[in-house]
């Protein structure tokens, strides 16, 4: 093409790089910067990888919020991040040497919080050097350990935040180097330990910011580590940084840091929630594989781990569930009783703690009452859905494990000394009076059914059926459980099925995929019924080309110029009447004059079918009076498909001019297609002659 040779136009690039005299902030404001680097423009590549341009950069990254002027506060800032990360090799290598990298990481020296733009243009430039550049950036980071804990005490900005994420799934190893970074920093560095020091917030006096993504950060080194063992099977070498966060001593020391006299309840929140992120199995998507023997294996070694931390703690766990937070003022009023942040995470906590049981969890939780604890608090908090599934979710547990094994006794105790079925009935009977008062159910309702149906479940087998297990000996419980079944659970089911299988006017409800066909086969040819009258219903007005243009040997394709036929040679006594049908109707025009140069035009003129007018089939597409005493009903949007409002012509009607941009009147036979302008005479109808 003419740009490979040299002929296309020179870019403004160019020029401001031909002057003797420019400047970088010409450079920044021209809009084709980024696509000459993409196009590697190499007077443009040598001078913006220049130390002293490179330098000039960097600036506006790390000192660009601080000025006042609007462009060197926003706009220079975002070039020079995208200019520095373009991936132009030039630029990269001369990033990534020692003074240039030196005066990037400055960054951290700043007083917290950054700014969080320009926070976000240093993470961008640092991961892209983690991709492009790992060696060189390697070396200086093992050579400047210090800027690590400089990194930690801005953790509570978020790109700060996803650059130590970035840096901690590195491998090192520049300059003969072998030492894997995320092994120098887990163990020579005690990264872990920096942070879960940082949950003492007595003594480190750290942000909710801060411990909010400190916790966040924790569970992605938990997670990244599991995967990367998932994805390795027997060949991985264990994360260092998830060996120490499943530890037992590390686990105990961040739970002695929330768990002290002096605890913070923000950082007792976030702590919580990482112990039941370590206590959940990684979820795994539809495509990937089910959990080998190697994965089930270190999974439970790991679980095994922190149950040994938490196991000790539970009793300061179950004292925090009978701690009641402040009431709560909301739209609708006051809630004197809340669930509140904190028993709810220990509510997720003891869930995670039973679908993982062990002997040790079930003498605790038997000795404590936890599970009838957590069930008795449902009564006070009828509108925490949260709180209700993670009840319910533990008792199914419990109510499906085998009675003879572990988790076997605290199902017992579940039964027995927690009286499980009066608990369920009594929970009923408390929604019911809610019911009678607000007409409405408590929220915890549905999962009462959900409970009460795994007991009917498990009724099934014989060898695991509570109430033969369990209850023998207490008639007055079975007997109304069973009254329960059959006066309010069984109704309550035929009532939830009837509900999703019978629409609100009862007429009969089905699903499945052929119903998905045909409603799709439905929708469809709606859409195409809808699109024909869009279509009918916006036909162009004017289709009349004036001649304007001499002979010329430039080729036509159909519409290269504006052509026109006369009519003056024609007859002009044209029917008032045509045939209607379904595809419009027919008019045929009359034989041209003696002596015409058009003999060949007398063709059937078809307009669109008579429902573009809005006129039933068999109609007089006229408007003519089907007699002398019936006027013209012509409809208004029959003018509207012509874009006019039916006062042109004689009579009131439009006058319909149709043009196939033919180079001839030869043509027209050929192509079954009308040319130039028809004028229709017709007394009042809808075509109407402008002769």
């Known amino acids: 093409m003419f740009w490979k040779m040299g002929l296309g136009a020179p870019s403004t690039i160019d020029n401001i790089l031909k002057k003797e005299e420019f400047t970088l902030e010409e450079l920044l404001n021209d809009d084709e910067i980024l696509q000459e680097l993409r196009n590697q423009n190499k007077k443009l590549t040598e001078y913006l990888a220049r130390p002293e341009t490179v330098k000039r950069l960097l600036e506006y990254i790390v000192d660009g919020h601080e000025s006042d002027d609007m462009l060197v506060k926003f706009k220079y800032p975002n070039i020079a991040a995208e200019v520095l990360t373009s991936e132009c090799w030039p630029i990269m290598d001369a990033i990534s040497?020692?003074?240039?990298?030196?005066?990037?990481?400055?960054?951290?020296?700043?007083?917290?919080?950054?700014?969080?733009?320009?926070?976000?243009?240093?993470?961008?430039?640092?991961?892209?050097?983690?991709?492009?550049?790992?060696?060189?950036?390697?070396?200086?980071?093992?050579g400047t350990p210090t800027f690590l804990f400089k990194l930690i005490g801005h953790l509570g900005t978020p790109a700060v935040m996803d650059v130590l994420l970035k840096m901690t799934s590195l491998e090192g190893g520049g300059d003969g180097q072998s030492q894997n970074l995320a092994q120098f920093w887990a163990e020579d560095q005690q990264l872990v330990k920096v942070l879960i020091g940082l949950f003492d917030t007595a003594e480190s006096g750290a942000s909710e910011a801060i411990l909010s993504n400190t916790a966040v950060f924790l569970g992605d080194l938990v997670e990244a580590g599991r995967k990367e063992a998932i994805e390795m099977q027997e060949f991985s070498t264990p994360s260092p940084f998830l060996a120490q966060l499943s530890s037992v001593p590390i686990l105990t020391e961040i739970l002695n840091n929330v768990l002290s006299a002096e605890r913070s309840p923000v950082a007792l929140e976030y702590v919580l929630d990482f112990v039941s992120r370590m206590?959940?199995?990684?979820?795994?998507?539809?495509?990937?594989?089910?959990?080998?023997?190697?994965?089930?294996?270190?999974?439970?070694?790991?679980?095994?781990?922190?149950?040994?931390?938490?196991?000790?703690?539970?009793?300061?766990?179950?004292?925090?569930?009978?701690?009641?937070?402040?009431?709560?003022?909301?739209?609708?009023?006051?809630?004197?009783?809340?669930?509140?942040?904190?028993?709810?995470?220990?509510?997720?906590?003891?869930?995670?703690?039973?679908?993982?049981?062990?002997?040790?969890?079930?003498?605790?939780?038997?000795?404590?009452?936890?599970?009838?604890?957590?069930?008795?608090?449902?009564?006070d908090l009828p509108h925490n859905n949260l709180f209700h599934a993670c009840v319910s979710d533990m008792v199914e547990t419990l109510i499906g494990a085998p009675h003879d094994g572990v988790g076997g006794a605290l199902r017992k105790h579940l039964f027995t000394e927690g009286r499980l079925l009066y608990r369920l009935m009594e929970l009923v009977a408390k929604s019911d009076e809610m019911y009678a008062r607000e007409k409405a159910h408590a929220g915890f309702y549905g999962y009462l059914t959900i409970m009460a149906n795994a007991v009917n479940a498990t009724a099934s087998d014989a060898s695991r059926d509570p109430l033969q297990t369990y209850l023998k000996d207490d008639a007055g419980q079975v007997t109304a459980w069973r009254s329960h079944v059959q006066t309010r659970l069984i109704p309550d089911n035929a009532r939830l099925k009837e509900g999703l299988e019978k629409p609100a006017d009862g007429g009969e409800y089905t699903s499945g995929e052929d119903d998905d066909d045909e409603w799709g086969n439905e929708a469809e040819a709606a859409f195409t019924r809808y699109l024909n009258e869009r279509i009918n219903l916006t036909m162009p007005d004017d289709y009349n080309v004036v001649d304007d243009s001499d002979d010329s040997d430039e080729e036509s394709y159909g519409m290269s110029g504006s052509y026109s036929t006369?009519?003056?040679?024609?007859?002009?006594?044209?029917?008032a009447s045509a045939t209607a049908g379904a595809d419009g109707y027919d008019m045929t025009h009359p034989t041209p004059s003696e002596g015409s140069e058009s003999n060949d035009l007398a063709k059937t003129f078809r307009p669109p079918p008579l429902g573009a007018f809005g006129l039933p089939e068999g109609a007089d597409p006229f408007g003519g009076p089907a007699d002398a005493s019936t006027p013209n009903e012509t409809p208004a949007d029959a003018w509207a498909a012509f874009g006019t409002d039916g006062d042109s012509g004689n009579g009131g009607g439009p006058t319909v001019q149709l043009d196939a941009g033919l180079e001839s009147s030869s043509e027209v036979e050929d192509s079954n297609i009308?040319?130039?302008?028809?004028?229709?005479?017709?007394?009042?109808?809808?075509?109407?002659?402008?002769?």
């Open 97 to 142: 040497q020692p003074e240039a990298l030196e005066y990037l990481w400055t960054v951290v020296d700043k007083p917290a919080p950054l700014n969080p733009l320009l926070a976000s243009f240093f993470s961008k430039v640092v991961q892209t050097l983690l991709q492009k550049e790992v060696e060189p950036l390697t070396t200086y980071l093992l």
């Open 279 to 379: 206590l959940r199995e990684t979820e795994r998507g539809e495509e990937e594989a089910p959990p080998t023997e190697i994965d089930r294996q270190r999974y439970e070694a790991e679980v095994k781990r922190v149950l040994e931390a938490v196991v000790p703690r539970v009793r300061d766990l179950h004292a925090l569930l009978m701690e009641e937070p402040d009431p709560l003022t909301t739209a609708s009023g006051e809630l004197r009783v809340v669930c509140g942040n904190i028993r709810l995470k220990v509510g997720l906590v003891f869930s995670a703690l039973v679908r993982n049981v062990s002997p040790e969890v079930e003498e605790v939780f038997i000795e404590l009452g936890t599970v009838t604890k957590l069930l008795d608090m449902l009564k």
């Open 566 to 575: 006369n009519f003056s040679n024609y007859n002009s006594d044209f029917p």
């Open 674 to 691: 009308p040319t130039g302008s028809v004028d229709i005479e017709g007394g009042g109808g809808l075509f109407q002659s402008s002769a």
